[in-house]
């Protein structure tokens, strides 16, 4: 009978090896053979998770803790998702509707994966890259207080923040906030920030630009006594000059270097979930976001 490892290696096709050998106090050498799968990078997060697997598979027998942690974080992760989940999700969160009871709940499963933490130094790590959901804002978090400005200037029928999340690429984020006006009006905000790792947890956060995108109408959700004053302002827009028009169309930029920065912590990082802390020490949950690589490979 083939062993997994044998296995692992003959369903990726394309892939040559690597072999590294561990070896601790114990006299037996524990030996991995490590798939090289054409896309994927020497130092790529999928990849050290796949040796990481591989690695506790070998030496699970030698190491029982190495697996007993690593099932406790899974728990502890696996507890915070359900805690956030039975909290409402981000719309309670920006809509003030969680309770104290589920706000301290979510904090103290925070904390409890935090010091699972199995990246020793997130800020460099390659599992920090990708597409990001914001799951949980703190009480002092800067995402919620613009969602509360929202939630309490406009009824939920007139302006509703649906989402926001963050894209990470090469030392470069650009955080979006979608925005849906009367139901029928979708916008976005976007602020794009460069990224400066200030040691193995810190990083340096300098906002380059924020823009408001131009709106989409969903024409079909537009509610019927509405709908003149739209063709009114379609029609308005389209005699416009072309030059207001293509400024009107590629959105409302606005330069922000050298103004704002901040400074946060990374406590935890996997291949599923990210948690930072702010300066105050206020918590942001984020969830990895599957998206095709087309989009994640997408140019900031």
Request: charged share 25%.
């Amino acid at each position: 009978m083939s062993s997994p490892m044998a296995l692992l290696q003959s369903s990726i096709p394309g892939s040559s090896t690597v072999r590294l050998s561990f070896s601790n106090s114990m006299p037996k050498k524990v030996s991995v053979v490590v798939p090289m799968v054409k896309g994927w990078r020497r130092g790529s997060c999928r990849r050290r998770l796949v040796l990481r697997a591989m690695v506790q598979e070998e030496a699970v027998q030698g190491s029982p803790s190495v697996y007993a942690r690593d099932m406790e974080r899974l728990s502890a992760k696996e507890s915070l998702l359900l805690a956030l989940k039975d909290a409402g999700g981000f719309e309670a969160l920006v809509t003030g509707k969680t309770t104290s009871m589920q706000r301290i709940d979510v904090n103290e499963r925070i904390t409890s994966l935090e010091r699972l933490n199995p990246s020793p130094r997130p800020t460099t790590s390659p599992c920090l890259e990708g597409r990001w959901n914001f799951e949980w804002f703190g009480s002092g978090s800067p995402g919620l207080l613009a969602a509360r400005v929202i939630f309490e200037r406009f009824p939920s029928t007139l302006a509703n923040l649906s989402r926001m999340e963050i894209l990470i690429k090469d030392a470069n984020a650009k955080a979006t906030a979608n925005i849906k006006l009367l139901n029928s009006i979708e916008s976005k905000i976007i602020l794009s920030s460069k990224l400066t790792v200030e040691g193995p947890l810190r990083l340096r956060e300098e906002y380059v630009e924020g823009m408001f995108e131009s709106p989409t109408v969903i024409e079909e959700a537009v509610p019927e006594q509405l709908k003149g004053a739209l063709g009114q302002a379609t029609t308005t827009l389209q005699q416009l000059p072309d030059l207001i028009k293509d400024t009107l169309s590629s959105g409302l930029r606005i330069p922000l270097s050298g103004s704002f920065e901040r400074f946060f912590m990374i406590s935890y990082l996997d291949e599923e979930v990210l948690i930072v802390r702010d300066t105050s020490g206020v918590p942001e949950v984020l969830t990895r976001l599957e998206t095709p690589s087309s989009i994640i490979e997408e140019t900031l």
